[in-house]
């Protein structure tokens, strides 16, 4: 029996930035999902359940934060569930609310969130949590760190250079010029990348995420009842996730099939979307990518693991053909993506929106003439979590 086919009927988002004084966390919350509703015009109280992407809570001062949200997203008397799957949670998010649907118990589902990573004051000490703290967090191991083993590992393998991970800032610096939500929307150049200040070599400053406050929410139906509401919508045609070891060390070991040069899980989550979606040839089917990458060198991996180019083709691909850019043949991350906005608790869940406003042909600027297959995709903790989503028009 065919599942149901879900829809994405309304979509809000806030404007990205280092820090929202104007809005507490509830307010922030609130404004995602009214701009969500509007967009649908549908109300609070058509809402059957509501999803809320929230991970990790610690960045924001309070134990069980999800409980300071239910007012602002009008959960009160309905199903309610809370989201957390580290920097992934916001894909994790949408996959619960599509289920939801798909399953038949409801018909119109909220999924909203939002977080103020750029006011915790110190995000990589929470973050850095994640770690055992007898085998690995001694290392140091920590999301940079981690992140870069992963860039030298690359580099070792395939040929990468500094300079190839500085065309991805600069190729999304200028989508992100475009977006008028991003947060970090001035252009640069490979010599500023190169230039800024080094982090855990080979990884610096520009190569790393932006610290983002921001909210995101997203409206799904059933097709059903989409059509008897006569509503605009594009579709979510497929949907996975796949896991990894905790331990990174068990990712490298012989006889394991991962290596920490590639994204195999990733891959695993892709192939598993693209089968519900009936998609046998990315490059050919696929006309965009809203890909998360939170730091230069990890788009690569993201990019091969989506079946968009071969294993360790890339870099070139980028460089000498512009292949990833808007206006090329695949472009990737035209929204300008995780490394130019990134609100934690729902960085993902703005890669679906991307890719959904991409095929409903309403990204402005940053649109992609005729874009009608969109992909987007979620990693979370010590990259040991992913999603990923096929969207159509």
Same mark, same amino acid.
């Given at each position: ?10 979509? @809000? ?50 134990? /069980?934060? $999800? ?108 989508? #992100? ?66 896991? $990894? ?9 012989? @006889?394991?099939? #991962? ?7 990733? @891959? ?30 990890? $788009? ?60 409903? @042909? ?16 979620? /990693? ?14």
């Amino acid at each position: 029996m065919k599942a149901p086919r879900v829809g994405i009927i309304g979509i @809000g988002q806030s404007d990205y930035k280092s820090r929202r004084d104007d809005a507490n966390y509830p307010e922030l919350v609130r404004e995602a999902v009214s701009l969500a509703l509007n967009d649908c015009q549908r109300s609070l109280e058509d809402m059957e359940a509501v999803v809320y992407s929230l991970a990790p809570d610690a960045l924001l001062g309070i134990g /069980n934060a $999800e409980r300071l949200g239910v007012d602002a997203v009008g959960a009160h008397n309905k199903r309610f569930m809370r989201i957390n799957t580290g920097g992934s949670t916001g894909i994790s998010s949408v996959a619960a609310a599509h289920s939801h649907v798909a399953a038949g118990v409801c018909d119109i589902v909220l999924v909203a969130g939002a977080d103020k990573v750029g006011e915790c004051g110190d995000s990589q000490t929470i973050m850095n949590k994640i770690w055992d703290p007898t085998y690995e967090r001694s290392l140091p191991l920590g999301t940079i760190t981690m992140l870069a083993m992963s860039a030298l590992r690359y580099m070792h393998k395939y040929g990468m250079t500094q300079e190839d991970m500085a065309r991805v800032i600069v190729k999304n610096r200028a989508h #992100a010029a475009l977006n008028p939500r991003a947060h970090l929307r001035k252009e640069t150049t490979i010599e500023e990348v190169m230039d800024s200040r080094m982090i855990s070599w080979p990884i610096k400053l520009f190569d790393c995420c932006p610290q983002s406050s921001g909210g995101c929410a997203m409206v799904l139906a059933s097709e059903d009842y989409i059509r008897a509401n006569n509503l605009e919508a594009v579709w979510i045609t497929g949907v996975a996730h796949s896991s $990894e070891s905790y331990y990174l060390g068990d990712r490298m070991g012989k @006889g394991f099939t #991962a290596d920490h040069a590639d994204a195999h899980a990733l @891959g695993e989550s892709f192939q598993r979307s693209y089968k519900m979606a009936g998609i046998t040839d990315p490059v050919r089917q696929v006309d965009v990518a809203e890909l998360y990458a939170p730091f230069s060198n990890t $788009e690569f991996h993201a990019i091969e693991a989506a079946g968009l180019a071969p294993l360790g083709q890339s870099p070139r691909m980028l460089k000498e053909e512009d292949y990833f850019r808007i206006g090329g043949r695949l472009p990737v991350n035209p929204s300008g993506g995780t490394v130019c906005s990134n609100p934690i608790a729902v960085t993902a869940m703005i890669r679906v929106a991307e890719a959904a406003l991409q095929v409903w @042909g309403r990204a402005g600027q940053h649109q992609v003439p005729g874009a009608k297959v969109a992909i987007a995709s979620g /990693n979370g903790g010590d990259h040991q979590f992913f999603g990923t989503m096929v969207v159509e028009a």
